[in-house]
């Protein structure tokens, strides 16, 4: 955690497997409660941690299944708390609820009917969410 000039103020986690460490983190989202949400592609999870580091748990885990990843790429999060995850192996974009429960996936579409490997995924204000990524070349 830095200042606004760039200095640290603050660190936690660590390499590693365990609760509060990391293998590869990717992408940061801060949940309607000020908690912080860590995409850690190496470890297929979702690891929270409160306003001042420490942690509060885990979500997701390495699978083809709803709520599983194999290289999750990019998260986003509304302001009702409700969690979407990219992930461009799997090709899905995944749901959560604000008490971290996988919801329902979706493969998102380009506009000419070809699969979109998510890349990266942002929540606008305004209700939309954007999906950017690249076609997917694989023969059908």
Not at 24 to 50: C, K, M, Q, T
Request: aromatic share 14%.
């Amino acid at each position: 955690v830095f200042d606004l000039t760039g200095n640290p103020i603050r660190r936690f986690g660590s390499l590693g497997d365990r609760a509060g460490e990391f293998n590869y983190p990717e992408s940061l989202a801060f949940g309607p409660s000020g908690d912080l949400h860590v995409l850690d592609s190496g470890n297929w999870r979702i690891e929270v941690f409160g306003p001042f580091g420490d942690y509060r748990g885990r979500y997701g885990s390495r699978g083809r299944e709803i709520g599983e990843f194999l290289h999750p790429e990019a998260m986003t999060m509304a302001e009702n708390g409700y969690v979407y995850v990219a992930d461009n192996v799997t090709e899905y974009v995944t749901i959560f609820d604000p008490r971290w429960r996988p919801l329902t996936r979706f493969q998102p579409l380009m506009a000419d009917g070809r699969l979109l490997v998510p890349c990266e995924i942002i929540w606008l204000p305004d209700g939309r969410l954007y999906i950017g990524g690249f076609p997917d070349l694989a023969p059908a």
